[in-house]
């Protein structure tokens, strides 16, 4: 059915204000075993670490290493109080960024380092729908009252943009261009990318049934791609899940 696109605008506000008059979004407070989780802000240009805390060891390897962490934009996590109830955000949410350091050694010096730190966040749909609107763009829902849960579930479906905006479109590639440091070795990073594994040869000797571990990574090899950690020559695998197995580490060659 068609609606016009003076309706959609005006249900969307409409809809707006609901939200905005019947919550109200506070700063959810991280706690001290959470604060390393703290979001940061993205700084553009990359800089340079002039203070490292510990011993950086002589045969460290060189390169750029890269980690795709939670950060929510707005100033952190934040929990909703209304009428219904209260609920809140898991503090490991938030919008994908990439931290990106890039570690040389000085030649000639033993244990003299350079370090540059560079981030980026990743360009996904509610990143750049949240940046347009410059406020929060769904409601928390992981945690709190059944009733503010259900009822925040439901807007955020509503309030969706987008059908896809819930689907992993961001193009984590041309993000790692934008955080490169360096030239010449995102090619062999992404190589990979398209690997597909053919067979799980071996398991760690923790209390885990082998058939079952391989049985339930074969089925979820396929639909990885967003969890698909690359690096040069090698690619790992992360995934968490609410049932067995609830965490999976793995590689080409064996279920780690």
């Known amino acids: 059915m068609y609606i016009p ?33 703290a979001p940061v802000e ?23 290493y890269i980690r795709n962490g939670s950060n929510p934009l707005f100033g952190g996590l934040k929990s909703s109080k209304s009428i219904f109830g209260k609920s809140s955000h898991l503090w ?9 350091l890039y570690i040389t050694k000085e030649r000639g010096k033993r244990s003299k380092w350079n370090m540059l730190y560079k981030n980026k966040y990743v360009e996904t749909d509610t990143v750049n729908m949240e940046k347009n ?14 009733l503010v849960v259900l009822m925040a579930t439901f ?8 059908k896809n905006i819930n689907q992993l479109t961001n193009n984590l590639q ?9 030239k010449g070795i995102l090619p062999k990073v992404f190589q990979e990318r398209d690997f597909k594994w053919e067979e799980v040869k071996s398991y760690n000797e923790m209390n885990m049934l082998l058939n079952y571990e ?25 995934k968490d899940s609410i049932g067995k197995p609830f965490d999976l580490l793995a590689s080409p060659d064996s279920l780690l």
């Open 5 to 37: 696109k003076a309706m959609k605008e005006t249900s969307s506000k409409l809809l707006d204000t609901f939200v905005d008059f019947n919550f109200e979004i506070v700063d959810q407070p991280l706690l001290p075993s959470q604060s390393n989780f």
């Open 42 to 64: 993205e700084i553009g240009e990359a800089v340079i670490v002039t203070e490292i805390e510990g011993k950086i060891l002589d045969d460290f390897p060189e390169g750029v």
């Open 92 to 100: 490991i949410e938030g919008e994908g960024m990439l931290h990106a």
């Open 133 to 146: 609107r410059k406020k929060l763009g769904f409601l928390p829902n992981m945690e709190g009252d059944a």
């Open 155 to 162: 807007l955020n479906l509503v309030l969706k943009k987008d």
């Open 174 to 182: 041309e993000c790692m261009k934008e955080l490169g440091i360096v």
């Open 214 to 238: 391989i049985s339930m990574l074969k089925k979820k090899v396929d639909t990885l791609d967003e969890d698909i950690l690359m690096k040069e020559g090698q690619i790992t695998i992360l």
